[in-house]
Nanobody, 115 residues
Framework: QVQLVESGGGLVQAGESLRLSCAAS????????MGWYRQAAGKQRELVAA???????NYANSVKGRFTLSRDNAKITVYLQMNSLKPEDTAVYYC?????????WGQGTQVTVSS
C-alpha cells in the first residue's frame, strides 16, 4: 500500500499562486509515476500533471506554462506550483501514485479561485 498526504490547497484570487505538496509513504518501492488530478463540480476527474520515475513530465494543455510539477526524491514528495490561477482551476485536487497496475489516491485538497 502507498499512502499519500496532500497539503497546500486554499482560496485565492485570480492571478495568484498556490503550491500543492504530496508526500508518499508506505510501499513506495517501484512507484512508476506521481502526479495530480483534479475534479471540478459536475465534471470528470482529469489529469493536471504527472512525472514518471525517469523524470518525464506531462501537463494538461489548460495548465501548460502556468503550472510546474517537481519532485524531491529524498522525501518522496511531489510539488505542484500553480501560478496565474484562473477561476476555471477551481476543483478538488487529488494526488496520484501509479505502481504497476495500481493507482493510489490522496484524500483531495480544495483549490478555489475567485474572480
Amino acid at each position: 500500500q502507498v499512502q499519500l498526504v496532500e497539503s497546500g490547497g486554499g482560496l485565492v484570487q485570480a492571478g495568484e499562486s498556490l503550491r500543492l505538496s504530496c508526500a508518499a509513504s508506505g510501499s513506495i518501492f517501484s512507484i512508476n509515476a506521481m502526479g495530480w488530478y483534479r475534479q471540478a463540480a459536475g465534471k470528470q476527474r482529469e489529469l493536471v500533471a504527472a512525472i514518471t520515475s525517469g523524470g518525464s513530465t506531462n501537463y494538461a494543455n489548460s495548465v501548460k506554462g502556468r503550472f510546474t510539477l517537481s519532485r524531491d526524491n529524498a522525501k518522496i514528495t511531489v510539488y505542484l506550483q500553480m501560478n496565474s490561477l484562473k477561476p476555471e482551476d477551481t476543483a478538488v485536487y487529488y494526488c496520484n501514485a501509479k505502481k504497476g497496475v495500481y493507482n493510489y489516491w490522496g484524500q483531495g485538497t480544495q483549490v478555489t479561485v475567485s474572480s
